[in-house]
């Protein structure tokens, strides 16, 4: 069980620094390109999983997704497109947030 957890984990980080222009299986909508992390805050406490990053993705309105792992470095730069969520150990959403 304890390596299955680490293999989470180990996958999960390097998930930090993915992102995503589009769902897949889900229908292309048109993105503003502004993210508006506030149209999204009700997925805080969700598990973070590839559906889940769909719906966010689509409904902030931004043109790509940042998944940030659990002591994941992210770099500062500022996009006004990019949705970004941080996730725990447990895959639960803790914050997201544009940029």
């Not at 390097?14 to 229908?27: I, K, M, R, V, Y």
């Not at 931004?62 to 006004?80: C, F, H, I, K, V």
Request: net charge negative; glycine share 10%.
């Amino acid at each position: 069980m304890k390596l299955f957890a680490h293999a989470i984990f180990g996958i999960a980080l390097l998930s930090g620094c993915a992102t995503s222009d589009q769902a897949s299986g889900e229908p292309e909508q048109p993105a503003s390109g502004i993210c508006d992390a506030s149209a999204v805050q009700s997925y805080v406490g969700e598990q973070a999983n590839e559906e889940t990053g769909a719906r966010i993705l689509a409904e902030s309105g931004a043109r790509t997704l940042r998944w940030g792992a659990p002591d994941s470095a992210w770099t500062m730069d500022y996009r006004e497109d990019r949705v970004n969520v941080r996730h725990d150990a447990e895959m639960a959403i803790l914050t997201i947030g544009c940029g």
